[in-house]
């Protein structure tokens, strides 16, 4: 596993796949559960209690981007709609955050979603498997939906000041 310096992993926090990358002045925070390969930018969180799933896929986190507690981030998940009982995972694919992205608590992803530039969403949201986002525009909901856009002047700015401290 890489990772980057003035990075920060609690101790509770289970990062399974030792492929994984992880850049500088990053923070996993206490009980967080990473099961796939995890491609991490710089400047990223992933806060308390996080679990991502899906071990034989990748989620990926640009720079700047970002998980609040509670978020459930779903690589792989089952078919419930046409099995009985599946034991085969059978709605799979990778998970993008692009940069300056960030999805609030307790919301839940499920697999094949890239989460373009800028793009924010909501607490308590719900984002269905190929979900089409568009840049720099907030959403939430269940069902999700877009609810405005998002300053992207305001955001670059705040990003270059981090990174001049």
């Given at each position: 596993m890489k990772i980057g310096v003035h990075t920060n992993i609690a101790d509770t926090a289970s990062i399974k796949n030792s492929d994984s990358e992880i850049g500088s002045y990053c923070d996993i925070m206490h009980g967080s559960l990473i099961s796939p390969k995890l491609m991490m930018g710089d400047f990223c969180l992933?806060?308390?209690?996080?679990?991502?799933?899906?071990?034989?896929y990748t989620f990926t986190m640009e720079d700047f981007?970002?998980?609040?507690?509670g978020v459930q981030i779903w690589c792989q998940s089952n078919d419930y709609v046409n099995a009985l009982i599946s034991h085969n995972a059978e709605i799979v694919g990778d998970i993008y955050m692009e940069k300056y992205t960030g999805i609030g608590a307790n919301s839940v992803v499920m697999p094949n979603n890239r989460i373009l530039e800028g793009t924010v969403i909501g607490a308590n949201s719900f984002v269905p498997e190929n979900f089409r986002f568009?840049?720099?525009s907030v959403y939430a909901g269940n069902p999700i939906r877009k609810i405005k856009n998002r300053n992207k002047n305001s955001v670059l700015e705040q990003a270059e000041g981090i990174k001049t401290k």
């Open positions: 992933i806060d308390r209690y996080c679990v991502i799933a899906g071990s034989n981007s970002g998980l609040a507690a568009e840049p720099w």
